[in-house]
């Protein structure tokens, strides 16, 4: 079993930046692909960015592409989410997610995760 906590979510100007982070507790998450998603106010959940469980593979929402940055840290069971160049856009509960075993053509898909964290809320003001 995994528990997966998110942090470093608040209030940023357009323009601006904000890291994500996601602790994982319970075991090791070194053989987890682990995946970002976020859901704005009406909306479904999204796929933002997924890495593999070494970190060298990993792939982008269209829309964060070049301005978002995925990246772990195994040694401390943590993922990160650098987001750069913040839209109101962007303004949505940000998600960690981990998968034991999920191709990377699959870590778009929401229903390929096995834990979640409960999400940090992302605000962007214009």
């Known amino acids: 079993q995994v528990q997966l906590v998110e942090s470093g979510g608040g209030l940023a100007q357009a323009g601006g930046s904000l890291r994500l982070s996601c602790a994982a507790s319970?075991?090791?998450?070194?053989?987890?692909?682990m995946g970002w998603f976020r859901q704005a106010p009406g909306k479904e959940r999204e796929f933002v960015s997924a890495i593999s469980p070494i970190g060298v593979n990993t792939k982008y929402a269209d829309s964060v592409k070049g301005r978002f940055t995925i990246s772990r840290d195994n040694a401390k069971n943590t993922v990160y989410l650098q987001m750069n160049s913040l839209t109101p856009e962007d303004t949505a509960v940000y998600y960690c997610a981990a998968a034991r075993s999920a191709l990377a053509s699959t870590w778009t898909r929401a229903g390929m995760y096995d834990y979640w964290g409960p999400g940090t809320q992302v605000t962007v003001s214009s």
């Open positions: 319970g075991r090791a998450i070194s053989s987890d692909a």
